[in-house]
Nanobody
């Protein structure tokens, strides 16, 4: 199992960013896929997840209405579109196989700051 996130960066409060995660080494299209994040000095937190076919998505209360998860199974890629970003969204974002962060590989740092 390999999961590699990318697309992070520095964005101002209120801004938007889309991050991606490419899966390899397993049949990702048959799995629920998750986004989790870890802010500096804090525990790993659940962000969102999506059903294998992309029919359903669930979000943490803290990102509901601002973040949108999607996937392209032909490309083995999971996306997270983030809008109206807040400083408290600053974290390393990982894709994973469950809400506890299992299988997560390289994350991508998102910094929200003016």
């Amino acid at each position: 199992v390999q999961l590699q996130a990318s697309g992070g960066g520095l964005v101002q409060p209120g801004g938007s960013l889309r991050i991606s995660c490419v899966a390899s080494g397993f049949n990702a299209s048959s799995r629920f896929m998750y986004w989790v994040r870890q802010a500096p000095g804090r525990r790993l937190d659940y962000v969102s997840h999506m059903s294998p076919g992309g029919e359903g998505a669930v979000y943490a209360h803290s990102v509901q209405g601002r973040f949108t998860v999607s996937r392209d199974n032909a490309k083995n890629t999971l996306y997270l579109q983030m809008t109206n970003l807040k400083p408290e969204d600053t974290a390393v974002y990982y894709c994973a196989l469950d809400s506890h962060g299992s299988g997560r590989g390289q994350g991508t740092l998102v910094t929200v700051s003016s």
